[in-house]
């Protein structure tokens, strides 16, 4: 089993604790709270904190130019960020006792991740017998708005047999601004609202792999009911570890994965060639300038809503474990014929603009 591969995860139960809800919802104070009682029951703990380990290239935006108009793209680079924070989650998993090269040096802030796991590597903390070894926890603190970023913990917590659990932290949006705003270093108003529309809260009905998880409402100050109830969810997790899947299921399950982001991947190349194409027809029409302009940012939103729903549908809607075959080709037309009615709809109009 992957467990008793790993060097040091078979010596001691570990879990796996997403903390998930809008900034400023509480989290990073809840995981104090979480650590401080670890620490008096003898536990290894440490929080990892993605907004202190990911680099602040994952989220610069480039201006790119097309069909004469400029306009600011996000980058994407945070993806391959989160994935390394996870990586290095796993190589100490599988190396507790060293503190080895980060998996990716230029995706982690390497003195974060050395505060992080500085108490899990304190003298005598990794030495003992199997029978001595206290639980380990990690506590990963993030917003975690998607469900396929809380099924990327799932997935390694499964794959070396640990606890995994969740706690989403239900705050108001109001709250969540107002305490942003007295923050040192304040988060654009605009980002938690959007992320409203975004956050995906667990919902074991819908993703059974979701079923260990508690909500708390935050709105008001955390209780100590609210962290007797996440150390009870913990105790819980770490005395019910994940098994490990079986080869063909997780094998499965990936290749659902890569189906579903190929699509969405294939959608976008589809819609930038019929954004191209509606340009182009604009200038043969001799659209002004100005109407140029507003065709191009029209499109190119409706094409990020378009495929931000999309998304949704393939990565949220769907439970993560079904069984399911995606027919990349089919699903990849279909959804270009939906965006194509959208298309013609916003030329139609800008067309009927210049008249």
């Known amino acids: 089993m992957a467990a008793e591969e790993a060097g040091g995860v078979g010596r001691a139960p570990a879990c796996l604790c997403v903390l998930c809800g809008l900034p400023a919802a509480g989290k990073s104070t809840l995981a104090r709270e979480v650590l401080s009682t670890a620490a008096q029951r003898g536990w ?41 924070v996870l990586r290095c989650v796993e190589q100490f998993l599988e190396k507790p ?64 047999s640990l606890g995994f659990c969740q706690v989403y932290l239900q705050c108001d949006l109001e709250s969540c601004i107002s305490r942003n705003q ?46 007797q109830r996440v150390m009870e969810l913990i105790c819980s997790s770490l005395s019910n570890p994940l098994s490990p899947a079986e080869v063909d299921t997780e094998q499965k399950e990936a290749d659902r994965l890569k189906c579903a982001t ?18 182009k027809t604009a200038r043969e029409n001799q659209a002004p300038p100005e109407h140029m302009r507003s065709l191009a940012a029209q499109l ?7 495929l931000h729903d999309l998304r949704r549908r393939l990565f949220q809607e769907a439970s993560f474990a079904e069984d399911e075959d995606i027919d990349v080709e089919r699903v990849v037309q279909r959804a270009v014929d939906v965006f194509d009615r959208q298309k013609e709809e916003i030329l139609l109009r800008i067309t009927n603009e210049n008249r």
Request: charged share 30%.
């Open 44 to 84: 290894r703990a440490s929080v990892v904190p993605y907004d202190d380990l990911i680099l602040e290239q994952a989220f610069q935006t480039r201006v790119v130019e097309a069909d004469g108009v400029k306009r600011e793209e996000t980058h994407t680079e945070w993806k391959l960020h989160r994935q390394a």
């Open 97 to 160: 006792q060293v503190l080895a090269e980060l998996p990716d040096s230029r995706r982690i802030n390497r003195a974060a991740w050395e505060r992080c796991i500085q108490a899990l590597l304190q003298p005598g903390a990794v030495d003992r017998s199997q029978a001595d070894q206290p639980p380990l926890l990690f506590l990963l603190d993030d917003n975690f708005y998607y469900p396929s970023m809380r099924y990327e913990v799932y997935q390694l917590a499964r794959k070396y």
């Open 182 to 227: 007295t923050r040192s270093e304040p988060i654009p108003t605009e980002v938690i609202s959007e992320m409203v529309k975004r956050l995906e809260s667990p919902n074991p009905q819908k993703n059974s792999w979701e079923t260990n998880s508690i909500s708390l409402n935050t709105t008001d100050d955390l209780s100590k009911c609210d962290v």
């Open 262 to 279: 190929s699509v969405v991947h294939q959608t976008d190349q589809a819609c930038r060639r019929h954004i191209s194409e509606a340009m």
């Open 300 to 306: 190119n939103e409706s094409k990020a809503t378009f």
